[in-house]
């Protein structure tokens, strides 16, 4: 079956066999995303922002930001469309070839694998935008994050020491969802 168009929702089964949709966020998103932010841990917040306590306009929203191309692309449980659970901050750099994505996935849904499907829905928003790499920042002690760079094939640019950025290659000729 072919994957759904970029942009639309995409329906996923976890490892517990729970469902969950991921989609863009949109305008609607913001609240939800503001008190998925407020559910997450002083950790995951830092593994994310390097900072636990992110200033509001660090926090993504569906509105693109100024001066960049940028997409937000949010979870929820199939059953609860109204409770964000994960989100991922897709930016375009260098004329579109190069984006930078970053993962959050809510305390309470972590290990269940929602990371690994909302790094296939990014890269799939990457490639519809013309991505040919995706880099990620990940803190060399963040073992989650390095397990799933390291299954996308990423490769640490030298040089590093605490913290590492990966460049993930995006195959055009593949969707992975
Ligand atoms: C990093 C993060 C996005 C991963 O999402 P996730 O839903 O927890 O990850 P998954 O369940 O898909 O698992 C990814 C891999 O990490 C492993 N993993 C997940 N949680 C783990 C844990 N607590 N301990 C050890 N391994 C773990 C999984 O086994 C899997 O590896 P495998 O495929 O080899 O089995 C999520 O943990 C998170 O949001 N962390 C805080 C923010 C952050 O670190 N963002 C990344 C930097 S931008």
Known sequence: MSPPPPGR?????LHSGRQVTTHPARPESDVALRAMYARCSAESLYARYR?????PSAVPGPVHRSGCTAVTL?????EDPGQLIAAAELVGLTAGREWEAALLVEDAWQGCGLGTVLAAVV???A????ATTVTASV?????PALRLVNHLGGRP???YTIEAVFDIPVD???AST
Do not use: M
């Open 9 to 13: 929702e995409a329906q996923h089964i």
């Open 51 to 55: 900072t636990a306590s992110p200033t």
């Open 74 to 78: 949010v979870a929820h449980p199939a």
């Open 123 to 125: 890269l799939d928003a």
């Open 127 to 130: 490639r519809a935008r013309g």
């Open 139 to 143: 803190a060399l002690s963040n073992g």
């Open 157 to 159: 640019r030298p040089p």
């Open 172 to 174: 055009p000729t593949r």
